[in-house]
């Protein structure tokens, strides 16, 4: 499985690149049958973000590594480099790009957006 990564460069620029996760069969919760899964990354906290319909973060760094994942709602980011994103709910991305210039969001189509955000251990 793909999903989309965030990251700045050595100049601060940020590009988006695709990564790929690769699932195992493990006997995950016994005695349910396996299940493929990744191997398991340090959390350091989980919460959630709302933005209204016509949100708009202007340019920002992530303050930290994380997951986000589209709960309900459109969000679409545009990176350094002009390449932009949508992310509909059930969609998400590692974002990685904790310095420079950074990306910009903004909350598109007709309904609020939710997110789940999980930070990472450094």
Do not use: C
Not at 5 to 16: K, Q
Not at 56 to 78: A, F, K, N
Not at 86 to 98: K, N, S, V, W
Request: aromatic share 10%.
């Amino acid at each position: 499985m793909k999903i989309s990564r965030l990251y700045n460069d050595e100049s601060g620029e940020s590009h988006w690149d695709e990564i790929e996760l690769d699932f195992t069969w493990q006997d995950f919760a016994p005695p349910a049958k396996p299940l493929g899964a990744t191997p398991f990354t340090g959390a350091k906290s989980v919460g959630f973000i709302q933005g209204e319909v016509g949100w708009i973060g202007d340019w920002h760094p992530v303050p930290q590594r994380q997951y986000m994942y589209t709960l309900q709602g459109v969000v679409e980011t545009t990176v350094s480099d002009g390449e932009t994103r949508r992310f509909p709910t059930g969609e998400g991305a590692l974002l990685e790009d904790t310095e420079g210039k950074g990306h910009y969001t903004r909350v598109i189509g007709d309904e609020p957006l939710v997110m789940i955000v999980v930070t990472l251990s450094e």
